[in-house]
């Protein structure tokens, strides 16, 4: 059974940077996309990046591209999400999620991920 657990939340101050980490567990994830998502107080869910595991290749949502940078270490079945120059709308629980595809292309959708973590949650503080 799959299993992803989020840690590295906290508070920060805005300019700040954090590392989001999420350990996987009870897959095959050289197959796997896997992707974090984030959700605002009184806010959709939506989509922040995601990788395709054994290519490497990257996808990340506008309003976070040049600050967030996502990554996995194959040896530690880990994924990383790197936050720097953080502002304050980006406050929210941000959730690890895991599309066991096939998938051809790195989505976006909440709907195509097959298994999700319990979240962190980050605020920055002005």
């Known amino acids: 059974q799959v299993q992803l657990v989020e840690s590295g939340g906290g508070l920060v101050q805005a300019g700040g940077s954090l590392r989001l980490t999420c350990a996987a567990s009870?897959?095959?994830?050289?197959?796997?996309?896997m992707g974090w998502f984030r959700q605002a107080p009184g806010k959709e869910r939506e989509f922040v990046a995601a990788?395709?595991?054994?290519?490497?290749?990257?996808y990340c949502a506008d309003s976070v591209k040049g600050r967030f940078t996502i990554s996995r270490d194959n040896a530690k079945n880990t994924v990383y999400l790197q936050m720097n120059s953080l502002k304050p709308e980006d406050t929210a629980v941000y959730y690890c999620?895991?599309?066991?595809?096939?998938?051809?292309?790195?989505?976006?959708?909440?709907?195509?991920?097959?298994?999700w973590g319990q979240g962190t949650r980050v605020t920055v503080s002005s």
């Open positions: 999620a895991a599309d066991r595809g096939p998938s051809l292309v790195i989505v976006t959708t909440e709907a195509e991920y097959d298994y």
């Open positions: 990788i395709r595991w054994s290519a490497g290749s990257t």
């Open positions: 009870g897959g095959t994830f050289s197959r796997y996309i």
